[in-house]
T-cell receptor, first 111, second 114 residues
Framework: ELKVEQNPLFLSMQEGKNYTIYCNYS?????LYWYRQDPGKSLESLFV?????AVKQEGRLMASLDTKARLSTLHITAAVHDLSATYFC???????????FGKGTKLSVKP | KAGVTQTPRYLIKTRGQQVTLSCSPI?????VSWYQQTPGQGLQFLFE???????NKGNFPGRFSGRQFSNSRSEMNVSTLELGDSALYLC?????????????FGEGSRLTVL
């Protein structure tokens, strides 16, 4: 059974600091996704990582995938308050439409 | 272009009742998936439809069902509601022929069972 673990589950950061969220998964998969969810809102797609070594960057966020280690990271550079949200990683289970989600990392960026 | 639209956004039901939730996918998307989100269990896959056929089903009891129409719109139904069914129900659509598998989510329907 495919399991996805994120850590930390809660992260309180100061503005301007850097930090990394980790996503480990238990079985082989070449496709990993990062989503953002604001309170009471939907899931917004951030990154789609489709191969080993994939790295994608958008603004202050950078995601990478190491399929051999079954690990993805979401790195936050010089955090700002607007990044406060819950971030989920999800792994393709191999069956259509079925992504296995981590528990999410609730990020709070304080001035 | 318009995103995934879910209705209703909020609803309150009592135990034993049934509920139907609706989802209109992004235009051109033929695959629709449903997820349940709760604080305790997180995001869990319910089922996926493509061309009016259920292709995959998650580990939920038979009280949870769904269907898809010829225009790709989808509905899910929960019968004999229980308190534990209180959750945010999210619908997602995708281009089934896409090789990315990326899902695009709607705003969700928040169900409260009293």
């Amino acid at each position: 059974e495919l399991k996805v673990e994120q850590n930390p589950l809660f992260l309180s950061m100061q503005e301007g600091k850097n930090y990394t969220i980790y996503c480990n998964y238990s079985t082989t998969s070449d496709r990993l996704y990062w989503y953002r969810q604001d309170p009471g809102k939907s899931l917004e797609s951030l990154f789609v990582l489709l191969s080993n070594g994939a790295v994608k960057q958008e603004g202050r966020l950078m995601a990478s995938l190491d399929t051999k280690a079954r690990l993805s990271t979401l790195h936050i550079t010089a955090a700002v308050h607007d990044l406060s949200a819950t971030y989920f990683c999800a792994v393709d289970s191999g069956s259509q439409g079925n992504l296995i989600f981590g528990k999410g990392t609730k990020l709070s960026v304080k001035p | 272009k318009a995103g995934v639209t879910q209705t209703p956004r909020y609803l309150i039901k009592t135990r034993g009742q049934q509920v139907t939730l609706s989802c209109s996918p992004i235009s051109g998307h033929r695959s629709v998936s449903w997820y349940q989100q709760t604080p305790g269990q997180g995001l869990q896959f319910l089922f996926e439809y493509f061309s009016e056929t259920q292709r995959n089903k998650g580990n939920f009891p038979g009280r949870f069902s769904g269907r898809q129409f010829s225009n790709s719109r989808s509905e899910m139904n929960v019968s004999t509601l229980e308190l534990g069914d209180s959750a945010l129900y999210l619908c997602a659509s995708s281009l089934s022929l896409s090789n990315t598998g990326e899902l695009f989510f709607g705003e969700g329907s928040r169900l409260t069972v009293l």
